[in-house]
């Protein structure tokens, strides 16, 4: 479910309609940015996994660690603590800025659906710092329209091996 | 030129009580010059693990003291450790993290050495000085003087003369003793990756909270109560339970971490913390399948009474001033690299234990994305308490920090050590500071006195 190959890029079909995945692609930024995190959560499927390796390439989150790696509970648990007001790693909170582009679509390996692969830019600012974040994301998306849901979603930092400060707003 | 002229020793003993410490020992980049000099460049500190270097030619780089080593296992199977520079122009010969190799070459001049870090060849070996002779032993990739692997675990001196290793180490050997005695197979071996975190804020920070039972239960309270509000029937493979579970159990009362846990130092700044578990699935309790089928290896590989015996070492993180924390129950190490006075990263590795079922190393690594995870929901209050310890002892409003919980309430040890009467007592940051003391002002035998 999680171990989509990475395979040289093949050039996509021009049939292809991607405005409805770049559209659930930007409201998902969107809900982020804002901090509607619960509304982000509802995204998710109920087995739905949200994964950050901590390696370039790394195969799987269960032998190696990662930045982040939640299952649906252990997600619902991360989101539910964004909204505690004693969460002192976002005293004060931070802003966030997000740009998701370069969208792609393939069949879904390791479950129905599609994935589609994008980039991202995220700039993160909090308390006089500001840190760039950029990488790809991978989603494995089910259903259409308002019925679209987030089966998988993999982020990969192209700086996941650096030493980093914590991260806490999801990305 | 010496950058730290204004420190006398009788002004960094002073700045040192028995119960407070001077905010400058945290803040003063001369403070932390010495402490490099002093401590770091003095002590036995940890660097890696054998399993890391199983084979000649195996070779991983380290920072000690911010300088930069290459530990190699030598041709002769020796383990050895390299300051990672050429002798030539000074430029670091090693670039990568790890690696195989029969030799090491300058990437500047095509200086190559030997594994034990003498000179092998050198292009354009003519017009130099008469004296200019490459099997000078110090024309070389020089050696660090002491290198020790305690059952694997390698710790190394860059000074040449010091405490032994033994007499550093003491009584704490029990604690990298029981990470290995849990290892069916007696063997444990690096794996899983690595976490690196950082943080604006002094070394001494990230040791002193450790073994702070009084923290989590209000540093924490987010996580805990998002934990304690999760439904358990949300769909988990595993991960997620554990890692809530780890978040309950930080949410015990001031009562439980006060009497049931337990703190215990030893000589040159070492302690550890007692356990605080009881969930059944994150210590090594029966009727959990995992741990069912582990202790089954563990009593067939060592017998009952040897099993019953290492089941119950119950710690949690212990300490190995002045750069590395461990946790033996979960197989978890962590290695503090201090940057500058107030910037820190903390590498952290998981380790397997050899014959023991394969669920328990992804409960490991489930573990440690939850407690070191950079995006972890407890260690990044951590951090941020970390770095607002920072911003606040910028100012100099208040000049001493406290240290004197338990002061008057700790008591021997039958090791030879001290302990908190309560769990929450300071005496193992008191601990620490007598050992910065010993090491700063010179004095081997007062790193190895405790006064608490």
Known sequence: ?171 | MPLTTDYSNETLSRMVEPARVHRRIYTDPEIFELEMSRIFATAWVYVGHESQIKNPGDYFTARVARKPLVIVRSADGEIRALHNQCAHRGAMVVANDSGCTDEFQCCYHGWTYHLDGKLKAVPLNNGYPDDFDTKNPKTAMVQVPRVKSYRGFIFLSLAAQGQSFDDFIGYMKTSLDDMIDRAPDGEIELAGGVFKHTYNGNWKLYLENLCDAAHPWYTHRSSIAAAQQQKDDAFSDGTGEIAIRQMRQNGAPYSFWENQVGIWTYANGHSYLGDYHDDAKLVAALNDQTFRDYHTAMEAKKGKAETQRIMEVRRWNSNFYPNMSMMSQFQQIRVIHPISVNKTVVHTYCFKLKGAPEQMFRNTVSFANVVNGTGSLVLTDDLEIYNRVTLGLSSDGAEWLEIGRGFKTDEPDPHGGRKGKNSTSEVYIRNMFDAWRGYMLGDAGAAKKQVA
């Open chain 1, 1 to 171: 479910m999680l171990n989509i190959p990475t395979r040289k890029p093949l050039l996509p079909s021009a049939a292809v309609d991607l405005r409805p995945y770049e559209a659930f692609l930007i409201y998902e930024a969107r809900l982020l940015d804002e901090g509607y995190f619960d509304d982000w959560l509802a995204l998710f499927t109920p087995d739905a996994r949200y994964w950050v390796p901590s390696e370039p390439n790394q195969p799987d989150p269960f032998e190696t660690v990662s930045l982040m790696y939640d299952d649906r509970r252990l997600l619902e648990t991360r989101v539910r603590r964004l909204s505690d007001p004693r969460i002192y790693s976002q005293e004060p909170r931070s802003r966030t800025s997000r740009t998701v582009v370069n969208l792609s679509l393939e069949p879904a390996t390791g479950g129905p659906g599609v994935t589609v692969r994008s980039k991202f830019v995220l700039v993160e600012y909090r308390r006089e710092e500001q840190r760039l974040f950029a990488g790809s994301y991978t989603h494995r998306l089910i259903g259409e329209g308002d019925a679209m849901r987030i089966a998988m979603k993999k982020v990969e930092l192209v700086n996941c091996d650096a030493p980093l400060d914590g991260l806490v707003v999801p990305f």
